[in-house]
Nanobody, 126 residues
């Protein structure tokens, strides 16, 4: 059974960087599309970045475009979210999840994801 575990969150100041990790067990990440989501207090969960199984396509939320990137390490079976130039509005719990539907596997929509991890808290504050 596929399980995902996020890590790397913390408290940083505006303008700083963080790299989040998503470790998978039970299934090779290189064979699946995976995405990062976040949920801020009082807000709905939103998609941040998605990468297809062959890393040929990514989907980036406008709010993080130019600041966040997604990558995978197939040897370690991990996916990373590099977050640069962090802003207070990036404060949220960040989750990784795998695509479960045809459209989500192509990184065309933010619905149709599952196998959610427990999340990792990112707080951006001075």
């Amino acid at each position: 059974q596929l399980q995902l575990v996020e890590s790397g969150g913390g408290l940083v100041q505006p303008g700083e960087s963080l790299r989040l990790s998503c470790a998978a067990s039970g299934f090779p990440l290189k064979s699946i599309t995976i995405a990062w989501f976040r949920q801020a207090p009082g807000k709905e969960r939103e998609g941040v970045l998605c990468i297809t199984s062959n890393s040929g396509r990514t989907k980036v939320a406008d709010s993080v475009k130019g600041r966040f990137t997604i990558s995978r390490d197939t040897d370690k079976n991990m996916v990373f979210l590099q977050m640069n130039s962090l802003k207070p509005e990036d404060t949220a719990v960040y989750f990784c999840a795998v695509a479960r539907s045809t459209l989500s596997r192509m990184c065309t929509i933010w619905n149709g994801f599952g196998s959610w991890g427990q999340g990792t808290q990112v707080t951006v504050s001075s």
